[in-house]
């Protein structure tokens, strides 16, 4: 009954290499992220889909492209992988209703991607 | 374009010690959250603030917000080496993605 998941858990690879992760989550949201974790533990946002649709693109190397294929999955395709990608990468979902007063954001366990 | 500031950024504290981290944010929002990560897992939401005055109290933890102030507060009771963890604040406006402070790493020894 996990709320959201990702795959692979731990991903190392090699410099150049293209890869990408996975995210779904059960909880009926509209909203996925992909937040960025470096290794000094701060958190940036990615990206971020509403029901499909792109909706927060943060300023982000054209390596990294999102793609939802539908509402309860976003994944994270990195092409020419490089050093300083190293870093966890989060996946989370909320609810996006402009009547809701909050939409907290759930979590997915990480992806820890190490590029050597 | 919206910071969120915490402090301190590492706090080493003895068992059964108060302490407090505070975070400031920089523009106007009426909801705040606090997570907690342990090392190596994933983001546990703590506390959901979504009013001015809001206080949520979970065991040792209690939470504040002060949206005139852009201030929240976490204030830990009587610590225990279980509350070791990093300590996020975060904020957004609405159907937007959460701003992150940096995180307060809390270590608690006997």
């Known amino acids: 009954d996990t709320a959201v998941s990702q795959t692979p858990k731990y991903l190392v690879t090699q410099m150049g290499n293209d890869k990408s992760i996975k995210c779904e989550q059960n909880?009926?949201?509209?909203?996925m992220y992909w937040y960025k974790q470096d290794s000094k533990k701060f958190l940036k946002i990615m990206f971020s889909?509403?029901?499909?649709?792109?909706?927060i693109n943060e300023t982000v190397p054209n390596r990294f492209s999102p793609k939802s294929p539908d509402k309860a999955h976003l994944n994270l395709h990195i092409n020419s992988l490089e050093l300083g990608d190293s870093a966890v990468y989060f996946c989370?979902?909320?609810?996006?209703?402009?009547?809701?007063?909050?939409?907290?954001?759930?979590f997915g366990p990480g992806t820890r991607l190490t590029v050597l | 374009e919206l910071k969120v500031e915490q402090n301190p950024l590492f706090l080493s504290m003895q068992e059964g010690k108060n302490y407090t981290i505070y975070c400031n944010y920089s523009?106007?929002?009426?909801?705040l959250y606090w997570y907690r990560q342990d090392p190596g897992k994933s983001l546990e939401s703590l506390f959901v603030?979504?009013?001015?005055?809001a206080v949520k109290q979970e065991g040792r933890l209690m939470a504040s917000l002060d949206t005139k102030a852009r201030l929240s507060t976490l204030h830990i009771t009587a610590a225990v080496h279980d509350l070791s963890a990093t300590y996020f604040c975060?904020?957004?406006?609405?159907?937007?993605?959460?701003?992150f402070g940096k995180g307060t790493t809390l270590s608690v020894s006997s």
């Open positions: 989370a979902s909320s609810t996006q209703t402009a009547t809701f007063s909050y939409n907290e954001q759930f």
């Open positions: 909880l009926g949201h509209d909203t």
């Open positions: 889909y509403n029901n499909k649709e792109l909706i």
């Open positions: 523009t106007t929002s009426d909801r």
């Open positions: 603030l979504l009013s001015n005055g």
């Open positions: 975060a904020t957004n406006q609405a159907g937007t993605a959460l701003i």
